[in-house]
Nanobody
Framework: QVHLVESGGGLVQPGGSLRLSCAAS????????MGWYRQAPGKQRDLVAR???????YYADSVKGRFTISRDNAKITVYLQMNSLKPEDTAVYYC?????????WGQGTQVTVSS
């Protein structure tokens, strides 16, 4: 059984930085993409960034130039470096791994940007 474990969330002041990590445990093969989503209270869960098997990346317009997604294939881990954080970045952040057969989600980690 596959589990995704996230870490790195917390409270940060506007303009600050955080780095999220998401590591997979269990047997997972043929990962097509790894991604980060976020959900603010009362809002839908939105895609923030994604990295594909070939290395291509996608970013939501709201985070372009501020967030960077990366991965360590040997550790089956995806990262999200978040810089120049804004109060509107406050949300629960979820990682997601997609294979040809399944989609796996992490439990979520809270990111709060506030002074």
């Amino acid at each position: 059984q596959v589990h995704l474990v996230e870490s790195g969330g917390g409270l940060v002041q506007p303009g600050g930085s955080l780095r999220l990590s998401c590591a997979a445990s269990g047997s997972i093969f043929s990962i097509l993409a790894m991604g980060w989503y976020r959900q603010a209270p009362g809002k839908q869960r939105d895609l923030v960034a994604r990295i594909f098997a070939g290395g291509n990346t996608y970013y939501a317009d709201s985070v372009k130039g501020r967030f960077t997604i990366s991965r360590d294939n040997a550790k089956i881990t995806v990262y999200l470096q978040m810089n120049s954080l804004k109060p509107e970045d406050t949300a629960v952040y979820y990682c997601q791994f997609s294979t040809g057969a399944s989609t796996y989600w992490g439990q979520g980690t809270q990111v709060t940007v506030s002074s």
